[in-house]
């Protein structure tokens, strides 16, 4: 919220969860009172052949599951993995339930993606940087503001 505040975008921040305990996507859109594919979820994925090179960031609606192939196909790579609960921790910084691309201390460490259905939606809904908590943003402004690139990255 802070980087949001520093760039003058406007936000809705939704804190549906108090105690932090874990939800599914479609409850966390309930709870939300929104579509459920206008959730996103901030995955972690590391390059198979050398995993120290450059993490992806990837948001997917929290409906669908992240296809690999497809994203490795996207961003030029052979093969790709998802990063284990702990890697995503460490490499974010943050606690998995609540990585948000907006809470990187160093986002151009990070190659950032996003889903291309994201195209269509004009409000998106992101983790806030951690469990429970929710921004409601302008698709645009999150594109802008992280820099993310357009991308294949679902079944």
Partial sequence: MRVLDA???????????EH????TAE????????????V?????????????????????????QLDLKALASAV??????????REAEQITGMNAGGISVLGLKNLAAFGVYIDERARKLETIHISAG?????????????????GARYVPATT
Avoid: C, W
């Fill in 76 to 85: 030029g790579e052979k093969k790709l993995r998802m990063a284990t609960q």
């Fill in 7 to 17: 760039r003058g975008i406007p936000y809705t921040a939704t804190t549906y969860d």
């Fill in 130 to 146: 951690e469990r429970g908590t929710e921004l409601a943003l302008r698709t645009a402004d999150l594109i802008a503001i992280s």
């Fill in 40 to 64: 996103y979820k901030t995955l972690v994925v590391l390059r198979e052949a050398d995993p120290r090179r450059r993490p992806l960031i990837v948001m997917v609606p929290a409906s669908d």
């Fill in 27 to 38: 409850e966390a859109a309930a709870m939300l009172a929104v579509p459920l594919n206008s």
């Fill in 20 to 23: 932090g305990d874990f939800h």
